[in-house]
Nanobody, 124 residues
Framework: QVHLVESGGGSVQAGGSLTLSCVAS????????MGWFRQAPGKEREGVAT???????DYVDSVKGRFTVFKDNAKNTMYLQMNDLTPEDTAVYYC??????????????????WGNGTLVTITS
């Protein structure tokens, strides 16, 4: 069974920063493509960032230059560093993983395994 556990959500003012964490098993961290999705109130879920086992990454256009996804295999953890946050970034953020997709397909078509999500609220 795959367990993905997010943490790090919270409320910050616009322009601020947050770092989300996702803890997974060593198998997932080392061998699967992983990513972050988000769902804002009243909107569809969208891919935010993905990272593959070779370190390649992909981002949705709206977060390029502001968000960075990276992993620490020694800590079994994937991170999403979010800078220059805006109210439009308010959403529940989900950690995702899949053994069978790459960064582009994972970002735009989704992944099969999901965490429970962590809420990020940006105030203006």
């Amino acid at each position: 069974q795959v367990h993905l556990v997010e943490s790090g959500g919270g409320s910050v003012q616009a322009g601020g920063s947050l770092t989300l964490s996702c803890v997974a098993s060593i198998t997932v961290i080392s061998n699967w493509c992983m990513g972050w999705f988000r769902q804002a109130p009243g909107k569809e879920r969208e891919g935010v960032a993905t990272i593959d086992i070779d370190g390649s990454t992909d981002y949705v256009d709206s977060v390029k230059g502001r968000f960075t996804v990276f992993k620490d295999n020694a800590k079994n953890t994937m991170y999403l560093q979010m800078n220059d946050l805006t109210p439009e970034d308010t959403a529940v953020y989900y950690c995702t993983a899949d053994p069978s997709v790459g960064v582009w397909a994972g970002l735009y078509y989704g992944m099969n395994y999901w965490g429970n999500g962590t809420l990020v609220t940006i105030t203006s």
